[in-house]
């Protein structure tokens, strides 16, 4: 699976992005995915994650009520809404893919990442 993500940029406290991660090369809806973001000097860390169908999403606590995260499996695609943006949410996002299509929050569970999307937050 070759992952895409896109939809990263510069915005001011309070605002809103949205990301979204493209996948091809394999069968999108046999895979879970999850976001992370690795902000400056700290490790990557689990933002949010979808199950194949819909039905199960997980956020990390300090993006939950904040962030939803959603996919379109016609479109092969994954997104992470995000309002309310604080400076503490500036990080590089990624996506990843994992070869279940049940969710899980360790970075060491997902078989593939995307690039990664810068998001800054000015105050």
């Known amino acids: 699976v070759q992952l895409q993500a896109s939809g990263g940029g510069l915005v001011q406290a309070g605002g809103s992005l949205r990301l979204s991660c493209a996948a091809s090369?394999?069968?999108?809806?046999?895979?879970?995915m999850g976001w992370f973001r690795r902000a400056p000097g700290k490790e990557r860390e689990f933002v949010a994650g979808i199950s194949w169908s819909s039905t199960v999403t997980s956020y990390a606590d300090s993006v939950k009520g904040r962030f939803t995260i959603s996919r379109d499996n016609a479109k092969s695609t994954v997104y992470l809404q995000m309002n309310s943006l604080k400076p503490e949410d500036a990080a590089v996002y990624y996506c990843?893919?994992?070869?279940?299509?049940?969710?899980?929050?360790?970075?060491?569970?997902?078989?593939?990442w995307g690039q990664g999307t810068q998001v800054t937050v000015s105050s």
């Open positions: 990843a893919a994992r070869g279940s299509r049940w969710i899980h929050r360790d970075e060491g569970e997902y078989n593939y």
């Open positions: 090369g394999r069968t999108f809806s046999g895979y879970s």
